[in-house]
């Protein structure tokens, strides 16, 4: 996309795109906010809207749809089976992903689970190049381990290495040597890799990770969730794909991986997912599972208006104009509180900016969640919502021992197409004044465990007074300023 230039040399970025539909907001007082979060155990996942006013917690459905889309939905045929959305839907996937077989689900979870039934046993194991939560709960919870194999560049917090979310092809061979490729039913590629920052892989990584696929006769399964974002940064720090179109480096992506799988709150702005592949003997083997977990196969349990709006999603995702918006609001967000101090992963990637909670919070040992702490201190001085990406993130060990994450980060969400620079700069501006008050902040502790992803509805609570003292802090800087 051609560059826009601003006269006075400010470098902003500018929404191609104009509101016409609003939802009204609400800045609740910082006592509120308090009592919000000891209702919800300190946990952001569990707040309720009314007391948020920037919801930065994930681009998971919270995407703007565009009139297009919204339209789509008035033409949904609402048969049970044989729908004509399905089959809008269906050649959209063909068109866009190049994938001809395609099996509905009702977001990405569900086509993990599928996956893994189908193809877990005890003692799998998955090379990838980094987990997501669902996904290793899916695949422990069938008898299967992981194995991540970032470069180490990927750990790296501020640099300015272009594609972090690589993987690292000589270990990958490694390990399959290792435990045999009869013991490895896929290796998974996540685009855009969520839990260290958003950070997108090359294509000449997934080139290099699909001949090792070749090599050792197993097949490469791909979660394109966040696919068109990574494609976009393909296009921007590949030189090889500099002057390639969005859907060609869409299709060369999809085209190197035997399955393809997303969830549709992502790619494509809507609520829905899917698996699909071009072999119809993977078409087979996973085919009789969806009706068994989600639905008949031209619906998968996702609403045929939502399946409509998927459709014309698809086709949105191939606009560079409209792929751009949230990744160059996340370079905007993390260069200015960069030069303000605020130390943060770098490059910026994708889904939001992310806060190295680990150098921010060095004072909280990870024993009392760094992230977690700096999530609940930040909704408190400021009513953002962002998402804990580090050990609450973590589950346990098979003996129940804590494990500890490789990044202690907040990630504040940047959906496309939702927020305004304004809305932005307010952002920017809390959280600079909790960088210059971070010794305030305090651990948390659980209170309530549950076995399985704790991070969504677990309970915690302050090590100490500290959410008093920086409301002190607050009220000394900003007065009775909400």
């Known amino acids: 996309m051609q560059e826009i230039k601003f006269y006075n040399g400010e470098n902003i970025p500018l929404e191609l795109h104009k509101v016409r539909v609003v939802q009204k907001l609400h800045l609740v007082p910082i006592e509120r906010r308090l009592e919000a979060l000891e209702e919800g ?57 190049g994938k001809k077989h395609y099996l509905p689900v009702h977001q990405g979870r569900a086509a993990e689970n599928i996956l893994s039934k189908a ?70 590629m996540e685009a855009s890799t969520n839990l260290i920052g958003g950070q997108p892989f090359s294509i000449q990584n997934l080139r290099d990770v699909r001949a090792i696929a070749d090599k050792y006769n197993i097949r490469l399964v791909l979660d394109a969730s966040l696919l068109g974002e990574n494609a976009y940064l393909v296009k921007l720090r590949e030189e090889e794909f500099n002057e390639t179109s969005m859907a060609d480096i869409l299709k060369t992506m999809t085209e190197l991986a035997d399955i393809v799988y997303f969830s549709a709150r992502k790619l494509s702005s809507s609520r829905g997912g899917g698996i699909c592949t071009n072999s119809e ?57 960069d030069k303000n101090g605020v130390p943060m992963l770098k490059p910026a990637g994708v889904l939001g900016a992310h806060v190295n909670a680990m150098e921010l919070c060095s004072h909280i040992p990870q024993t009392q969640y760094p992230a977690g ?87 915690l609570e302050p090590v100490n007074d500290w959410p008093q003292r920086l409301i002190s802090k607050f009220k000394e800087d900003f007065g009775e300023s909400l």
């Open 119 to 188: 193809y877990i046993k005890q003692g799998s194991l998955i090379p990838m190049n980094y987990h997501f939560t669902t996904t290793l709960a899916h695949i422990t919870e069938c008898g299967g381990r992981i194995v991540e194999l970032l470069y180490d560049e990927g750990y790296v917090m501020n640099s300015d290495h272009p594609f972090k979310g690589n993987m690292n092809i000589e270990k990958l061979e490694e390990n399959i040597i290792r435990h045999g490729s009869k013991n490895v039913p896929f290796i998974r």
């Open 281 to 337: 003997v993977i078409y087979k083997e996973l085919e009789a599972l969806v009706p068994l977990y989600e639905g008949f196969l031209t619906y998968g349990g996702i609403s045929v208006r939502e399946i409509e709006s998927m459709a014309v999603g698809l086709y949105e995702t191939l606009d560079e104009t409209m792929i751009c918006q949230s990744p160059d609001f996340i370079r905007y967000l993390v260069d200015e509180l």
């Open 41 to 97: 155990g300190f946990n952001t996942f569990r707040l309720n809207t009314k007391d948020v006013f920037l919801d930065m917690l994930t681009d998971s459905g919270t995407n703007a749809m565009s009139d297009n889309q919204m339209a789509a939905m008035m033409q949904a045929d609402d048969a049970y089976a044989g729908s004509q959305s399905f089959y809008r839907l269906k050649k959209a996937v063909e068109d866009v992903l």
């Open 373 to 459: 702490s700096l999530a609940a201190a930040l909704f408190l001085i400021s009513g953002i919502r962002g998402m804990e990406r580090g050990s609450v993130s973590n589950q346990r060990d098979e003996y129940g021992n804590e494990t500890y994450a490789d990044m202690e980060l907040v990630r504040l969400a940047v959906p496309r197409r939702v927020f305004t620079l304004s809305q932005i700069k307010y952002v920017i501006d809390r959280v600079t004044w909790l960088n210059d008050n971070r010794e305030l902040i305090g651990g948390l502790k659980f209170v309530y465990e549950p076995p399985v992803l704790r991070f969504f509805m677990g309970g």
